[in-house]
């Protein structure tokens, strides 16, 4: 009877929380069917607050602005009612209902007129405050002890999408290959025409935007002077480039080039750097002490490296791992980045 008793005051106590972490808002009587108001819901169910603002703002149906207004103002409840954080609100429930139908007449000439039918709904957006619940979810997603991408396990919380678009179902993977086919084609236009020093091309990560006349793509790169510099006009070449890539003819395509402060930070420029160490035959403890020190020198708290295959030539392929400082894998608000890189070798070196 005492355990039975305990788990009903824990219930209790867990429903009062949710009640505390959770925020409505609710619209009545819009002017809209319930079918079209569902597609977009379903989009968006799950989804973060900021992301589902992304989303709202780049599908192309009529239903996404009165559904933006009432998320908007259930995050403002939850902001100035609650003082909750907007970066920790997840959408955990959205429901359409059928209201009534209005009944109209459709003046025409002559005095005549038909009747027309209105249909409206309802709406319901329920948010819910996750950072009093990370840890359960920590604990939760390594229970099974599977590998995940540390980027992919941070989506939503401190990492966003490195490509903004939204398409149907059945255009997804165009999308997605027309994503890869413009960053091979900045990629290899860099590596042509840099000057490169020391094996390092620069570049952290493309951004691309999708709109529906515009395509912006941001490239962040450590050393953009290497190439731009003594020819100012090759951001338009890459950009014409790419246009002939892809065939835009109906699309603006806009490049922009920003330079990272610390370039040594970032896991896919030390990552480049290895490689060209790996590449002229240095010794790969060597290569991971170099770039370790100049991850100290961009301020960075902590770092692992990973290095596998027939290092130093040898005929049986190994693992050689090195982490310096604190690498908190699992902790959902740790900012860390990852990066994967595949080089080429003389004899597997």
């Known amino acids: 009877m005492t355990n039975m008793l305990r788990n009903k005051n824990k219930v209790r106590k867990r429903e009062k929380e949710d009640i505390k972490t959770e925020v409505y808002a609710l619209s009545q009587s819009i002017s809209m069917s319930a079918h079209k108001a569902r597609r977009v819901l379903d989009q968006i169910r799950g989804r973060s607050y900021q992301e589902t603002l992304m989303i709202l703002e780049l599908m192309p149906y009529r239903a996404c602005y009165p559904i933006f207004k009432v998320i908007y103002s259930a995050a403002a409840n939850a902001k100035h009612n609650m003082g909750l954080n907007e970066e920790y609100l997840v959408i955990i429930k959205a429901t359409v209902d059928e209201g009534t139908t209005v009944k109209k007449l459709k003046p025409r000439a002559r005095g ?175 290569a991971i002490k170099k770039a370790i020190e100049l991850t100290e020198q961009a301020d960075t708290k902590g770092i692992q490296v990973q290095i596998a295959g027939r290092i130093d030539g040898k005929e049986i392929a190994r693992v050689e791992w090195i982490r310096e400082g604190r690498v908190p894998l699992q902790t959902i608000r740790a900012k860390i980045d990852y990066c994967s890189y595949r080089v080429r070798t003389i004899l597997g070196y």
């Open 112 to 286: 005549r007129s038909y009747p027309i039918k209105r249909p409206t709904c309802h709406i319901t957006i329920v948010l819910k405050n996750i950072s009093l619940y990370e840890e359960s979810v920590v604990e939760n997603s390594i229970g099974m002890g599977q590998k995940i991408n540390p980027l992919g396990f941070r989506l939503g919380t401190i990492q966003g999408h490195h490509s903004l678009w939204f398409a149907q179902p059945k255009n997804y993977s165009k999308g997605l290959q027309e994503d890869q086919k413009i960053r091979e084609c900045i990629k290899n236009y860099v590596q042509k025409n840099m000057r490169i020093s020391s094996g390092v091309e620069g570049i952290a990560r493309i951004e691309i935007q999708k709109r529906i006349d515009l395509i912006q793509i941001i490239i962040h790169m450590g050393f953009p002077k290497l190439l731009v510099e003594g020819k100012p006009r090759r951001i338009e070449e890459l950009q014409m480039n790419v246009q002939k890539e892809l065939n835009y003819v109906n699309r603006k395509l806009n490049i922009t080039i920003t330079r990272i402060t610390k370039p040594y930070g970032h896991p896919n420029i030390l990552a480049e750097f290895i490689a060209g160490q790996l590449r002229n035959r240095v010794s790969f403890r060597k």
